[in-house]
């Protein structure tokens, strides 16, 4: 079985002419089937990027980036984005604040095709914790946690096999986040789902994964198994002073 996610040699650049500037460096990584990876590293280390660059959000690339297989080329198909979905780190701005819950849902499960909108919408909410009592509500009736929820059902709405996580906690609050991190390993085992996740918090993704890639200024410095992470094994110093700074965290 080939892996869900293949980057190998990643480069991407953001600007131009006098102001390009290299935000990924020859970044190599894969995601097996079913398993859940991080992307670890402080603000600005090119983790987001990454996602960026796979879901098309980033043109500047070079490199082979496959997903399940099939290299990437400049254009994302409509297939892509049935296999492919993301959900960001800002549940508000990625919700548009005059669409319904309904409205967002419904307009995503008929751009991909589907028929039954109305069981299918009702099926999300209960697949995220919600229930149709929140379908006729708009984002400013909703809590942080709520908006995430939604947010990731509409990411869910496609069907899709591969969700990439971009921060989807760290702009909510502490009490919600472990609600919405446990939610998303119930859907991966429930759905077979593969996770790309984007986070500076290691035990964030101590939580969620079994691999991660320790990203600085746009480089891979290490990429870990999280039981070694757990156990305080690293082959690179700056894993160690990013263990260490989480260290009452992570165990």
């Known amino acids: 079985m080939s892996d869900a996610i293949s980057i190998q040699n990643l ?6 002419h006098h102001d390009l500037f290299q935000a990924v460096k020859n970044a190599s990584l894969t995601v097996a089937t079913g398993a859940s ?10 983790k987001s990027t990454i996602l960026r660059a796979l879901t098309g959000l980033a043109p500047q690339w ?14 994302r198909d409509k297939q892509f984005y049935k296999t492919v979905q993301m959900v960001f ?25 589907f028929k ?14 919600l229930g149709p009592a929140f379908r006729f509500r708009y984002p ?9 929820r939604i947010a990731i059902a509409r990411a869910l709405a496609a069907e899709p096999k591969i969700l990439l996580l971009d921060e989807p906690t760290s702009a ?22 593969t996770y790309l996740m984007v986070s500076h918090d290691l035990a964030v993704v101590a939580h969620m994964c079994e691999r991660a ?39």
């Open 116 to 129: 039954d909108i109305d069981n299918r919408v009702n099926k999300l909410l209960l697949d995220v914790g």
């Open 37 to 46: 990876f991080g992307l670890v590293g402080e603000s600005g280390s090119g």
């Open 89 to 113: 780190q800002d549940p508000y701005a990625s919700l548009h604040p005059r669409q319904s819950v309904d409205q967002v849902l419904s307009e995503t499960l008929h751009l991909h095709g």
């Open 11 to 16: 480069n991407v650049w953001f600007g131009e």
């Open 140 to 148: 400013h009736q909703l809590s942080g946690g709520q908006r995430q």
């Open 172 to 193: 909510l609050d502490v009490s919600v986040q472990a609600e919405i991190l446990n939610l998303l390993c119930d859907l991966r085992a429930e759905h077979g789902l």
């Open 62 to 75: 070079e490199g082979q980036m496959s997903i399940n297989g099939t290299d990437l080329t400049h254009k």
């Open 213 to 251: 890639a320790v990203m600085r200024n746009g480089e891979i410095v290490e990429i870990i198994e999280v039981a070694d992470m757990r156990a305080g094994k690293t082959t690179h110093d700056y894993t160690a002073q990013l263990l260490h700074a989480s260290a009452n965290r992570v165990a």
